[in-house]
């Protein structure tokens, strides 16, 4: 069975900063999906960026990007000039490829504040 | 705004009763996830319908059950409720339920059992 896991409970960092947060998955699939989602305090879950394991190429999505390491099975996802608004709990999931269950396996989320 | 409705937002309830949470997915979307967010166990896959047929089951108990109608919501069904089934559900939908998919969740149900 495949899982995911956030090792960093907390992080910090300060506003127009860099922070990275850590994800690693173990799998015996070569072929998958890997997701971050968002979710504020509103509760509402929102995905920030979405990799396919076959593109070699590392997702990017404006201040948001990723660094797949496919051979150490690990996503990172780096926030640039980081804003108030990306306060919130982040979560790492799985998904695998092909066929019709698009069910997310997903990691215990980090907890990212911002300081002004 | 994701398009995914969910109703009620707050639920209290008491041992052993029964509650129904209700979802209504965004317009067009035929997939429905429920998905469970607990402070011990983390976000937990429930179950997949698409168009009507479960097409999916995770760790959901045997003490719940879910459907999706016709018109495509959905119903998420806790009978025999227990403490520890208090926690956050989430309605999530997609438009064809594939792996790839973008799914839109919806803000929750807090069910508190007493």
């Known amino acids: 069975a495949q899982t995911v896991t956030q090792s960093q409970p907390e992080m910090s960092v300060q506003e127009a900063e860099t922070v990275t947060l850590s994800c690693t998955y173990d799998t015996s699939e070569s072929d998958y999906y890997l997701f971050w989602y968002k979710q504020p305090p509103s509760r509402q879950m929102i995905l920030v960026i979405r990799q396919e394991a076959y593109k070699q190429q590392n997702a990017t999505e404006n201040r948001f990007s990723v660094n797949f390491q496919k051979a150490a099975k690990s996503f990172s996802l780096k926030i640039s000039d980081s804003q108030l608004g990306d306060a919130a709990m982040y979560f790492c999931a799985y998904s695998s490829y092909g066929g019709s269950q698009g069910n997310l396996i997903f990691g215990k989320g980090t907890k990212l504040s911002v300081k002004p | 705004d994701s398009g995914v409705t969910q109703t009620p937002k707050h639920l209290i309830t008491a041992t052993g009763q029964r509650v129904t949470l209700r979802c209504s997915p965004r317009?067009?979307?035929?997939?429905v996830y429920w998905y469970q967010q607990s402070l011990d166990q983390g976000l937990q896959f429930l179950i997949q319908?698409?168009?009507?047929?479960?097409?999916a089951k995770g760790n959901i108990l045997e003490r719940f059950s879910a459907q999706q109608f016709p018109d495509l919501h959905s119903e998420l069904n806790l009978s025999s409720l227990e403490l520890g089934d208090s926690a956050l559900y989430f309605c999530a939908s997609s438009p064809r339920g594939a792996t790839n998919e973008k799914l839109f969740f919806g803000s929750g149900t807090q069910l508190s059992v007493l």
């Open positions: 319908y698409y168009n009507g047929e479960e097409r």
């Open positions: 317009s067009g979307d035929l997939s």
